[in-house]
C-alpha cells in the first residue's frame, strides 16, 4: 500500500510562512507476509487416523486415513496479510478486532484460492489451482481484487488442484481434521467435554456470547502447536461437499471431483458447542464468503 505524508519546512522562509510539500512514501507488505507466513508453517509427519465419527449422518462413516505429510500455518490467515496479497483497500475484508492479526473473515473460496496463487508465485513457489476462463488460464499474478468473481462463476467452481505442486493451498477436508485432532480420537482435542479445557482452547458462543471473532492465536493451541482449530473463524477445505464420506480406508483423499459447495471446517465465534469438534463439517457456496468464514494455509 502507500500513504501520503504532509511535511511543513519553515526554514529559510519568513517566520509564519510555512512551506507545505507533499510526498508518497510507497510500503510494500508483501516481504512481512511471505516471511510472517513461512515463519508459521509447522511440520506434520506422515500417519494414519480415524476420520469422522458414526453419531452424526454427515460424519459418517468413521474410516481410516492416511496422509502424506504436508505443512500447515499454526493461526488463521488475517485480515491484514489477505488485504496485503489481494490488493484489497484496507478494511475491505472486515477487521473486526482493529489489529492486525484480526482473522480474515467474509471470505469466499474463490478468494481464498486466488490469495493461495498469489502467495505462491509472491514466494517463487508454483500455483496449486488453476482456473480457465474460456479456455484462457487466469493470470494470476496480475489478478486485480475485483476481478475475482463475487457471483457463481462456473469456470471459477470447477477450479481444479494439482496437490503435487510446492506452492500454499487450503487443506484437504482429511489434512484439517488430521491437524485438528493432533493424534487425539475424543471430540474436541481437549478431550469429550464442552468444559473448562475446551473453553481455555476455543472461541465459540460460551467465550464470546455469540459475538465476533477474535484476534488469532490467543486460545490454547493442540498438541502441535494449531491455534484456533475450534471455533473463531470457520474454515475452508479444498474439497467439493458431500453429505458423507466414500466408506473404507482411503490414502490422501481429496474429495468428490465435483459439486456446488465447498467444505468449511472448525465452526466459528458463533457456533455451538457441536458445531467447533473435531469431526464437525459445513459448506458454503465458493462465491460468497459469510461472516465467520476464513481460512488457513497448508503447503506439501
Known amino acids: ?26 510500503v510494500d507488505p508483501l516481504p512481512a507476509v511471505l516471511a510472517e507466513i513461512a ?7 506422515a500417519g494414519t487416523f480415524q476420520m469422522g465419527d458414526n453419531s452424526d449422518y454427515f460424519t459418517t462413516p468413521a474410516h481410516n486415513v492416511t496422509l502424506s505429510a504436508f505443512k500447515i500455518n499454526k493461526y488463521e490467515v488475517t485480515a491484514w496479510q489477505l488485504n496485503s496479497v489481494l490488493g484489497m483497500a484496507y478494511g ?17 473460496w474463490y478468494e481464498a484460492i486466488a490469495f ?20 484462457v488460464e487466469v493470470d494470476w499474478a496480475g489478478l486485480a481484487y475485483r476481478s475475482i468473481p463475487m457471483s457463481r462463476n462456473e469456470d471459477w467452481n470447477k477450479a481444479t488442484m494439482t496437490k503435487s505442486n510446492n506452492g500454499y493451498r487450503l487443506p484437504t477436508e482429511a489434512e ?29 458462543t460460551v ?47 481429496t474429495g468428490p471431483s465435483t459439486g456446488s459447495y465447498r467444505v468449511n471446517r472448525g465452526g466459528s465465534s458463533q457456533a455451538i458447542k457441536d458445531d467447533i469438534s473435531s469431526t464437525a463439517r459445513s459448506y458454503n457456496i465458493m462465491y460468497y464468503g459469510y461472516l465467520s468464514l476464513g481460512f488457513r494455509v497448508v503447503r506439501n
Not at 177 to 195: F, H, I, L, N, V
Open 207 to 253: 467465550t464470546t456470547s455469540y459475538g465476533p471473532p477474535r484476534t488469532v492465536g490467543q486460545k490454547v493451541p493442540n498438541d502441535w502447536d494449531l491455534y484456533d482449530m475450534h471455533g473463531n473463524v470457520s474454515e475452508w477445505c479444498s474439497d467439493y461437499w458431500s453429505d458423507n464420506y466414500a466408506a473404507g480406508a482411503q490414502t490422501d483423499p
Open 176 to 204: 484439517w481434521e488430521y491437524a485438528c485432532r493432533a493424534g487425539t480420537t475424543t471430540k474436541y482435542y481437549t478431550g469429550d467435554a464442552a468444559d473448562a479445557a475446551l473453553d481455555a482452547a476455543a472461541w465459540y
Open 116 to 135: 493461495c496463487n498469489k502467495l505462491s508465485i509472491a514466494a517463487g513457489l508454483q500455483p496449486v489451482y488453476s482456473v480457465k476462463v474460456g479456455g
Open 39 to 45: 515463519g508459521n508453517m509447522v511440520q506434520l509427519s
Open 92 to 108: 475491505a475484508n472486515y477487521d473486526l478486532m482493529g489489529v492486525e492479526n484480526s482473522p480474515s473473515n467474509t471470505v469466499s
Open 1 to 26: 500500500g502507500s500513504m501520503t505524508v504532509t511535511a511543513t519546512i519553515l526554514d529559510g522562509l519568513a517566520p509564519g510562512t510555512p512551506y507545505i510539500e507533499n510526498f508518497t512514501i510507497t
